[in-house]
């Protein structure tokens, strides 16, 4: 039969330092596929939400001198094919607008169009959704 790993803490201040190798290893461990959480960090002798922020510390860690910006390129949208066009309006007022076309490539083959009409906060919302995937 092993025995546990015992650490002994003889100093008076009585908190554990962990480099950030150790926290590395024991955050990519609770990531692992089947892995528990609980008893990731029930093994390292932490609190679950302990092991909890260390991933949001070492995992959600934005690099300053990145951007967030990507790179935009303009491109002549593509003439619709022709069709006959509809009888004029009897309003006189009314014109037809122009339709115009955004499409926003989010890497890795994936594309969002919407025409220039979307409600900017739901497109705020899909692309935050699909950003984070």
Sequence with gaps: MTMPRVEVITSVDRRRRWSREEK???????FEPGASTSEVARSAGIHVSQLFRWRKDLCDRVDP??????PVE???AVA???VEAPAP???PGRRRRKSGIIEIELGGGRRVRVDRDVDAE?????LAALGSR
């Design 89 to 91: 309006s009897a309003s």
């Design 24 to 30: 590395e290893l024991l955050v990519a461990a609770s």
């Design 80 to 82: 619709p094919p022709a």
């Design 65 to 70: 001198g990145s951007s967030r910006l990507v």
């Design 122 to 126: 739901a497109l705020r919302r899909v």
């Design 74 to 76: 303009i491109v002549p």
